[in-house]
């Protein structure tokens, strides 16, 4: 039978998805075709900026900002086999929006229903958790992940199978599994995607991490604005259990585990480890020293395996096709693909998975269009801890690390496209502002630090600061960057000192004793 496929992810469901879900539903009804036309709810279909989209896989077109009124046109032609030639309009497929693609995490985005666990199964889910417990040891999973040279994709970057190792080497016991699905940068959403889009590769991706460090109980800490998430999440791990895929006996074998969701209340430092887990624990999620390290003793003492969505995600695909077809993709450090979330003033804005190594300009220029008015001035990566790298370095290759050394960091996913009306002072600031009101407070540098940092970028906003201001800013920035207790202290002033090395005649026009 036909396919039609609905975004209903919360891109596509912000812009009325599901009113044209149901309106296809109907007229496919009306139109006597509910016997070989099915009309079906998917996830992210990639092109967030034009939803809903709708696509049907005979003859194979995708509808973009498809409205109410345009449903009979798009069944109508159906009805003859072909798109519709006026009243809907099409996506390009052949754009390079979707030909630079190379989908691994996202492989079952928008082809599958998130919310029946047939449809997972039939493109081969929870095939390589049972390959995995009949056919391997913990320690070749463990040798596997470490081999295709997967590293940890919530921004840090540490080796995936060095974890897992650590974890793994500890002595038996209880051990815990955590996915950190708590994404707070402004403007990512790539994390909140996956979830949507294809929850039982994230159930599957944690349960081949239990059996391979020995860890019989999990959590996904995900965050409160994320309620879809949470409800397909919620309806994966019930559909999993039901199926014997969860708790005691997997697959008839010795091996259990069982997951449970915490719900993040919203502080931004809640995604920082040591902070999550805390929160996981019932207590406020301040971050703690470290030593020790969450796979020594993590959550209640015990040691803790924490991945992020993304990480978990390009496991069962490094089970399937195996470590080195992983490590075929990628540069010589920075393995497989990267999801980013594409947006801010350029053309075609959503989410892309590109192999690392990517330069930046293919992504701005080819796959966002570039922008509508102006010239592309600048990119922002790894949101409020990373910087902005500007146009004339865009043949960057985008990997973990030419982006440290350009001063910015891959961070989780957020790309940010800037124009040339944009004020990097303002992009500055505007992190700035968001750093001070998710500081936690428990340590000096950061708490004072990053008030103090914000009222300078304001008053040179203002025109009010002069030199001496500009030369304590920086003193300020490299004083909370070596200080700070966690992540999110040592990484605030970054924003800042990404603009000063790239854009600093921006501030000096800005200073009443200008040079
Ligand atoms: Fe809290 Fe900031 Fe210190 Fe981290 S660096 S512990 S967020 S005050």
Known sequence: ???????????????????IKDRLEQSIKDAGLDNTVEVCSVGCMKFCGRGPLVEIDIPGVL??????????????????????????????????FFTLQQPIVLENSGKIDPE??????????????????????????????????????????????LKWATVAKMPEGQKYVICN?????????MDRSVLESDPHRIIEGMAIAAYAIGANHGYIYVRAEYPLAIKRL??????????GLMGSQIFDSPFDFKIDIRVGAGAFVCGEETALMQSIEGGRGNPRPRPPYPAQSGLWHSPTLINNVETFANIPAIVREGADWFASIGTEKSKGTK?????????????????????????VEKMGGGVPRGEVKAVQTGGPSGGCIPAHLFDTPVEYDSLI???????????????????????AQFYMEFCRGESCGKCIPCRAGTVQMYQMLTKILRGEATLIDLEQLERVCGMVKATSLCGLGQTAPNPVLSTLRYFREEYLELLKDSP
Not at 69 to 96: C, F
Not at 181 to 189: L, S
Not at 356 to 361: A, V, W
């Open 1 to 19: 039978s036909v396919r039609i496929r609905c975004c209903t992810a919360a891109g596509c469901a912000s812009s009325g998805a599901e009113e």
């Open 234 to 243: 919620e309806t994966a791990i019930k559909q999993a259990k039901r199926l």
């Open 405 to 427: 050394q350009l001063g910015t960091m891959m961070g989780s996913g957020g790309m940010i496209v800037m124009d040339t009306e944009t004020s990097m002072v303002d992009v």
């Open 181 to 189: 699905a708590d994404e707070g940068d402004p403007g990512a959403f």
């Open 339 to 363: 999801v980013f979330a594409l947006t801010g003033k350029v053309r075609n804005t959503g989410l892309i998975e590109v192999p690392m190594g990517i330069p930046l300009r293919e992504i």
């Open 116 to 161: 029946r666990i047939e449809e997972y199964i039939a493109v081969g889910g929870y095939q390589n958790l049972y390959h995995v417990i009949h056919d391997m040891t913990p320690d070749e999973v463990v040798d596997e992940v470490t081999r295709s040279g997967l590293r940890g994709r919530g921004g840090g970057g540490y080796p995936t199978g």
């Open 63 to 96: 509808y973009q900002q498809v409205s109410g009124d345009q449903v009979e046109a798009i069944v109508d032609a159906l009805k003859q086999n072909k798109a519709a030639e006026s009243g809907a309009t099409p996506l390009d497929r052949e754009h390079p």
